[in-house]
């Protein structure tokens, strides 16, 4: 399928994205750390549900197409419709929301609908914390994880000033958990 006209951020939105990145990154934590940037620093909504990638693109490029919203300009009235935005579910009854992207080639762009089923919200610090912590554990750079090995990869891979062991650490631990179980 092509996915040339969505904008999709996987390693904002997409839990079986990141766990596949998790289990089987293998470059430097240093390039890793790079490719956090993309996650920006605000909070965002984490897909958590069992559709993947191909399928939440498939699914919307369906949606669209049937109701004759697929091309770049009845996109993007439609989306004047609402204020510039739309809302769709999919089949697992997943909420998304689309938005005109910022190119004429990639003008579909798309990420989970906030408190939608099977999606958290999250912050960006928590979530690159989570990933490069993980990482850099199956890696063997740290040897567990916990409030010092979480600051270690904190300061040394993102730039982030040490946290002490509460409701953060405590989210940090959740999205390692989302991570490395199944559903």
């Known amino acids: 399928m092509e996915i040339l006209?969505?904008?999709?951020?996987?390693?904002?939105h997409q839990r079986s994205y990141l766990q596949d990145l998790a289990g089987?990154?293998?470059?430097?934590?240093?390039?890793?750390?790079q490719q956090l940037k993309s996650i920006g620093n605000s909070k965002m909504d984490l897909y958590t549900g069992a559709l993947s990638t191909l399928e939440i693109?498939?699914?919307?490029?369906?949606?669209?197409?049937?109701?004759?919203?697929?091309?770049?300009?009845?996109?993007?009235?439609?989306?004047?419709?609402?204020?510039?935005?739309?809302?769709?579910?999919?089949?697992?009854?997943s909420s998304w929301t689309l938005r005109l992207g910022n190119t004429t080639k990639q003008y579909i762009h798309?990420?989970?609908g906030r408190h939608s089923k099977d999606t958290i919200r999250v912050s960006a610090?928590?979530?690159?914390?989570?990933?490069i912590?993980?990482?850099?554990?199956?890696?063997?750079?740290?040897?567990?994880?916990?409030?010092?090995?979480?600051?270690e990869v904190r300061i040394t891979y993102l730039?982030?000033?040490p946290i002490k062991w509460n409701q953060t650490t405590s989210q940090i631990s959740k999205i390692i958990r989302l991570l490395t179980t199944e559903n």
Request: no cysteine; aromatic share 8%; glycine share 2%.
């Open 125 to 131: 610090g928590v979530l690159k914390t989570a990933i």
């Open 24 to 33: 089987n990154y293998t470059k430097p934590l240093e390039e890793l750390s």
């Open 5 to 12: 006209p969505f904008i999709y951020l996987q390693m904002k």
């Open 159 to 161: 730039n982030l000033s």
């Open 133 to 151: 912590t993980l990482i850099a554990a199956n890696q063997q750079v740290i040897e567990t994880i916990d409030e010092k090995s979480i600051n």
């Open 57 to 93: 693109l498939e699914e919307i490029k369906n949606q669209l197409l049937q109701n004759d919203h697929f091309q770049p300009i009845d996109y993007k009235n439609w989306l004047q419709e609402n204020n510039g935005y739309q809302k769709i579910q999919l089949s697992d009854q």
């Open 110 to 112: 798309l990420h989970p």
